[in-house]
């Protein structure tokens, strides 16, 4: 089964790059064929009308787009800003939707996990994120992987320190494998 993960944070020392580096060994050993994604690499212009008008929707949206078409599943790791999207994730979803295809929102299962620096884990993006895609139509699993106390939450060798949050990540990749194999 093939499954891209990305976050929604392009920063080096980004914590989201943290747990979706942490979720790597979990996927492969799950028998999942991984592909990470950076949405570093599809620079796309804040959404307006008038560019797309002139120009079309961006090459990186179609790109990305064939490349998440392509896989069984999708997780994207986000950041929580004022209780919701980073604006590069919101913008990379809706540039998505203006290309000619929106087979990346109904050909994967898609999954949501999020981690932040304080304890509420981004339970508040993680529903808004949840609550865009289910209203594109995707396929979006319930269970969703909040990681909080990113200081405290990855040993030396970035793997998932404590119990409680190895289980909920093992128990979404398994929903998530489960699901995609449908
Ligand atoms: C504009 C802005 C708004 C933020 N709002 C929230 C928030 O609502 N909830 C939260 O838990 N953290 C919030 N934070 C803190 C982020 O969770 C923190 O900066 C985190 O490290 C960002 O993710 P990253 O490390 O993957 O880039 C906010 C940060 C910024 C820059």
Known sequence: MKLAIFSGSTRDGSINRKLERAL????????????????????????????????????????????????????????????????????????MTRIDDMSQYHNPVWAIAACTPGPMSGIMVMRQVHYILTRL??????????????????????????ERNRDMAQKMISNLAERAAK
């Open 24 to 95: 790597l060994p979990m996927l492969k050993e799950a028998g999942f064929d991984v592909t990470a994604l950076s949405l570093a690499d599809y620079d796309m212009p804040i959404y307006n009308g008038d560019w797309e008008e002139k120009n079309g929707a961006p090459q990186a949206a179609k790109d990305l787009g064939k490349k998440l078409a392509a896989q069984d599943a999708v997780i994207v790791v986000t950041p929580e800003y004022n209780g919701s999207l980073p604006p590069v994730l919101k913008n990379t979803i809706d540039w």
């Open 137 to 162: 139509g995707t396929e979006v699993l319930q269970f969703q992987l909040g990681v909080g106390n990113a200081s405290d939450a990855f040993d030396d060798d970035g793997n998932l320190k404590n």
